[in-house]
């Protein structure tokens, strides 16, 4: 997912590695020896399954990361990065389900690294993330029991972030108008045209009036997460 960045998806500077490009830069970077890589879906970052060999005296075995390299306009904020990325660790460590960074040789949680040549060269917040493996939600037939997991998943969640989680960043998380905020259902109306006339559009019209009927007046009566 983006780190915060508003602008529609075709304005950010979308990072465009190639796999060799990839692996070298965990090798050089994070200081692994990558046994296999391949592309993972993104939405303006780009991502990548990492498979690396270690040596643990004579044993040797390989662990799974995730290689996320985020677009230049975002990479502009480390700040918000680095308190996204130790939120991340935080729940891990209280035992959830939730990648985790992996340092680079300098010790630190990411790196800002130049990708591209000439005047095209841009600078990208680079960081290797513990893989979890598992199925999408998206490919899983829902089930009653399986949405109410993952809400009550997703309520512990806010609650111990919002009880246990310190940080001196912590308020860039809080923007108004991101459109990833589920308070700003409304934001999505500009994006309607992108479908065209695609026969789930005026399913989606329709949610967009609802939030805006129904949810919108209440809003000021929700807790802010």
């Known amino acids: 997912m983006s780190a915060g960045n508003d602008c529609p998806p075709q304005t ?3 990072p465009a590695l190639g796999e060799k490009e990839a692996a070298e830069l965990v090798e050089r970077v994070f200081g692994l020896k990558v046994s296999w890589l391949r592309p993972l879906p993104s939405y303006d970052d780009q991502n990548f399954h990492v ?3 270690t040596k643990s005296g004579a044993a ?3 662990d799974e990361f995730v290689l996320k390299i985020t677009n230049s306009e975002d990479s502009q904020e480390p700040e918000l990065i680095e308190v996204q990325t130790q939120a991340m660790m935080f729940l891990g460590a209280q035992g959830f389900p939730s990648a985790t960074a992996y340092l680079t040789k300098d010790g630190h949680i990411m790196s800002l690294e ?3 040549t000439g005047p095209e060269k841009k600078q990208h917040m ?3 993330l513990t893989y979890l493996p598992g199925t999408p939600v998206a490919k899983i037939a829902p089930s ?3 949405l109410f997991e993952i809400g009550q998943l997703a309520a512990r969640l806010d609650k111990t972030l919002a009880e246990k989680f ?3 960043s912590v308020q860039s998380l809080h923007r108004g108008q991101f459109i990833w905020n589920l308070a700003n259902v409304p934001l999505l109306e500009q994006y309607l045209p ?3 006339h695609n026969t789930h559009r005026a399913l989606v019209e329709q949610v967009i009036e609802q939030f805006k009927d129904k949810v919108v007046p209440k809003l000021s009566s929700f807790r802010a997460c």
């Open 12 to 14: 950010l500077a979308r």
């Open 51 to 53: 498979c690396v060999s």
């Open 60 to 62: 040797e075995g390989a």
């Open 114 to 116: 130049s990708g591209g």
């Open 126 to 128: 680079v960081r290797l």
């Open 144 to 146: 009653a029991q399986l």
């Open 166 to 168: 310190h940080h001196p």
């Open 194 to 196: 992108t479908l065209g």
